[in-house]
């Protein structure tokens, strides 16, 4: 059992000091969230999308973490960034092992595994996982996280 709102929190101003080029905004936390899973898990899987919405979003944007906790059996965590929207042909792929569309070279090894690695955590929570275009400008991806609040009971 832990405070998925703390968590959210902590990782936030970790965020702020690693990705000094981006802002980090973390929304919904104000109230407790405990939830039954692996905290080591659920924030491996923020450092994945982060690093992700990081690589995909212009210096000096915006990075949005948002926890939408209704109170009924699961809760949602939306990553959001602002930047490009999704690759027509992303689809289902784009949380497939091995899968990646990247436009450049940024020197960095990438191995297409972060979106399936998120992917197989939200599994392990009984959840689901979503990615959407942003409407509007400068527009970005959203990407919705949901986690069962007691994996034992999913």
Same mark, same amino acid.
């Given at each position: 059992?832990?405070?998925l709102a ?7 101003? @970790?965020? %702020?000091?690693? #990705?000094?080029?981006?802002a980090?905004?973390?929304? !919904?936390?104000?109230? &407790?969230?405990?939830i ?21 979003s ?17 809760v949602?965590i939306e ?10 042909? @992303?689809? %289902?792929?784009l #949380? ?7 436009? !450049?070279?940024d020197? &960095? ?31 970005g991806?959203r ?12």
């Open positions: 059992r832990f405070d703390g968590l959210l929190e902590a990782a936030g101003a @970790a965020y %702020r000091d690693a #990705f000094p080029a981006r980090f905004e973390v929304e !919904g936390t104000t109230s &407790r969230c405990e039954v899973g692996a905290p080591d898990l659920v924030l491996q899987m923020l450092d994945k999308l982060v690093d992700n919405a990081v690589d995909f212009p210096p000096g944007s915006t990075v949005r973490l948002r926890m939408r906790d209704g109170g009924g059996p699961d949602a990553v959001e960034n602002d930047g490009p929207s999704l690759p027509e042909d @992303a689809g %289902r792929q #949380f497939e092992s091995l899968w990646q569309h990247r436009r !450049g070279d020197g &960095r090894p990438h191995f297409g595994l972060g979106l399936y690695i998120v992917k197989l955590i939200t599994d392990f929570h009984a959840g689901s996982v979503q990615a959407e275009d942003r409407p509007g400008d400068p527009g991806v990407i919705t996280i949901r986690l069962a609040r007691n994996v034992a009971e999913a």
